[in-house]
């Protein structure tokens, strides 16, 4: 009994590695089915809290250490880490991770009270541990299983319910496709199969809904500077790298909308107001509108801030709402400051914004800003996107290398486009950087690592999907009818192993 424990266990934690193949740049949707179907086999068998957490941790463990893999990287090689260090971080933050998504299954039990619904309350505890890991400690909304849904027979369900709509949907199959397995409930696992075509058939109907109004076609370009990562932040090249991206983008002002990428500009102590006026004129020349982004320094505050501007035919100016812990500010900075390099990165000292900030301005359009990270919070660009007609997104993705996290950072921003019925522009500073429509749907995208512009058009839209004015709150309340129909305050008893009689 051991050892098969040992194998139970093994097969969890590669399950979870399994579903990282669902995500960017894999895109293999359908290998999340059979990894949550052996999860949800595991945990449909009566046994104690201790044998159902430690089944999600492993499971956890294998999703986080495989699809947060990209840490190591900006841990390692941009935050001067050796590897063993790099090494013991990154396990630590994908425990955290792991934690946070096994806690909830210690109360497992008490929602096997009606064995023909489990499929549904898997589904629902599932879905609550995605929402809870989007919130905790200012929330880290990464590898959600609907996000690898922006293209695939449930994206129309996006508008609906977003991303966690996607995640229900494959969490409930999932669980049916286990009850398969298991004697006396093949025809309740087949029935909810069967219903779950429906909803599949609903989402192909749903996708083809036209919940926003385009509007005309707007030119656009998205300048790429591939500035490295060791040169961005050094003082003596800051006149050299303004001048990589004024001259990248010189035969490029003849557009509606010029997009420059996550702190293109950096902090001038000495004011920058010049330099703003200088870029401003050019672009008004050309009645071109401008969205850079740039580092602002407050001096009456004392404070940095991780901004975007609008300049020429543009205006408005937005501070990052969403810092990243470690990345733009360190928690117990007191204590940690000093101590290894990963805790004095450039940009680690930074403000967050005010929570309420008017929307950027550029050719008559509102434009909905998220800046790096942020493009993961799909409530707040929801929030932000429902009086707008485009989303821009601006990020610098330099710090995880060629690892799949630039990849999974811009799925992120096709779910976006899909939620909102939206387009997206995406512009980086090395990759990737591309033209979303509002299905999803990548219609440009500049090689990654290149110093280029990346030229198109876009389409911008009115109008505002459901998930748009309510968010994921209607998932959430389903959740938790779920689970109160499968609620028991004693829960079933793990079944005892077969006694031989005597004799």
């Not at 969890?12 to 949800?40: D, K």
């Not at 299983?145 to 994206?155: Q, R, T, V, W």
């Not at 660009?381 to 990020?395: E, G, M, N, W, Y």
Request: glycine letters at 8%; proline letters at 7%; charged letters at 15%.
């Amino acid at each position: 009994m051991f050892w098969l424990r040992i194998l139970q266990l093994a097969l969890l934690a590669a399950a979870g590695a399994l579903v990282t193949l669902s995500f960017a740049p894999w895109n293999l949707w359908p290998m999340a089915l059979p990894a949550l179907a052996w999860l949800a086999l595991m945990q449909f068998r009566p046994k104690s809290p201790r044998h159902h957490f430690h089944n999600a941790l492993l499971f956890a463990l294998g999703m986080f250490g495989t699809g947060v893999s990209w840490i190591y990287v900006s841990i390692n090689t941009y935050g001067e880490s050796a590897a063993p260090l790099a090494g013991l971080l990154m396990a630590i933050f994908v425990g955290f991770l792991a934690l946070v998504f096994a806690l909830p299954w210690l109360a497992w039990r008490h929602f096997q009270a009606r064995p023909a619904a489990l499929p549904l309350a898997f589904a629902a505890l599932w879905t609550l541990t995605e929402a809870l890991r989007g919130w905790l400690l200012t929330g880290f909304p990464w590898l959600f299983i609907g996000h690898a849904h922006a293209l695939s027979p449930l994206s129309g369900w996006l508008p609906i319910g977003g991303a966690l709509a996607a995640s229900f949907l494959v969490a409930w199959f999932g669980g049916a496709f286990a009850q398969l397995f298991r004697p006396g409930l093949r025809s309740s696992g087949g029935g909810h199969l069967l219903l779950g075509l429906v909803f599949v058939a609903g989402g192909l109907a749903l996708d083809q809904v036209e919940w926003t109004t385009g509007l005309d076609q707007r030119s656009v370009s998205l300048v790429q500077p591939a500035i490295p990562l060791e040169d961005k932040w050094d003082a003596n090249l800051r006149e050299t790298n303004l001048q990589k991206l004024i001259d990248l983008a010189e035969p490029h002002w003849d557009v509606d909308l010029m997009v420059w990428p996550e702190a293109a500009l950096p902090v001038n102590f000495s004011g920058d107001g010049e330099l703003l006026n200088q870029l401003h004129d050019r672009a008004a020349r050309q009645a071109t509108a401008l969205l850079t982004g740039r580092l602002a320094f407050s001096p009456f505050e004392r404070s940095f801030y991780n901004s975007l501007i609008g300049l020429g035919d543009g205006g408005g100016e937005y501070s990052k709402r969403r810092l990243v812990p470690f990345g733009e500010y360190v928690p117990l900075e007191k204590q940690l400051r000093g101590l290894i390099a990963f805790f004095d990165m450039p940009m680690s000292n930074l403000s967050a914004g005010d929570e309420q900030q008017s929307l950027l301005r550029a050719r008559a359009l509102d434009i909905a800003p998220a800046i790096c990270y942020e493009i993961a919070f799909a409530w707040q660009t929801a929030r932000d996107a429902r009086h707008a007609q485009l989303i821009l997104t601006v990020s610098n993705d330099s710090w995880f290398g060629d690892s799949i996290g630039p990849w999974q950072h811009l799925q992120l921003a096709q779910v976006r486009a899909a939620e909102n019925r939206k387009p997206v522009l995406r512009g980086t500073n090395s990759g990737i950087t591309a033209l979303i429509d509002a299905r999803g749907q990548l219609t440009h995208v500049a090689p990654q690592f290149s110093a280029t512009v990346l030229q198109g058009t876009t389409q911008p839209r009115v109008g505002n999907t459901p998930f748009a004015a309510w968010g994921h709150l209607p998932v959430l309340l389903l959740c938790l009818l779920c689970l109160a129909g499968s609620f028991n305050r004693r829960p079933l008893r793990e079944r005892p192993s077969l006694q031989i009689p005597p004799g």
